[in-house]
């Protein structure tokens, strides 16, 4: 696994997106790739937002296989990912989100309340409202 994250969290943008889609997959059908939480826990710490966002991603594609609930434990250190200064990440991460939730229904507390606390002045004007809409997507989608 280690080449793996070597992989993830290298300078090779496209080497480490591919690698980010072949583990999502196998997250999708396996509980494998669990075992690696808090190395991906790691990721959320590098100074490279691709780094970031891909283990935020990887954190919400393990939703479904937590049973010792380090999701749960660590929400507030994973959604610190949503005050990323690029845009382009934060929607990334809002995207992953649902996946989370899907599985996790009960953190909707804990995310709606990040949510409604993220400052978008420090995003262009263009991105802002994609923003604003994955942000109320998720809220609707998971109003019980």
């Not at 999701?71 to 959604?79: A, E, F, T, V």
Request: aromatic letters at 10%; proline letters at 2%.
């Amino acid at each position: 696994m280690d080449k793996y994250i070597d992989i993830l969290c290298g300078k090779d943008t496209k080497a480490g997106y591919t690698k980010l889609l072949e583990l999502l997959e196998l997250s999708n059908t396996s509980n494998e790739m669990y075992a690696y939480m808090y190395k991906y826990m790691e990721m959320l710490n590098n100074e490279n937002s691709f780094v970031r966002v891909r283990g935020f991603k990887l954190i919400c594609s393990q939703a479904k296989w937590d049973k010792k609930k380090i999701i749960d434990k660590n929400i507030s250190h994973i959604l610190l990912e949503l005050d990323d200064e690029k845009p382009t990440a934060v929607r990334q991460c809002l995207i992953a989100l649902n996946i989370l939730l899907k599985y996790k229904p009960e953190l909707f507390k804990d995310i709606k309340s990040k949510l409604e606390k993220i400052d978008y002045s420090k995003y262009k004007d263009t991105m802002k409202p994609l923003i604003q809409k994955d942000i109320a997507n998720i809220l609707k989608n998971n109003l019980k």
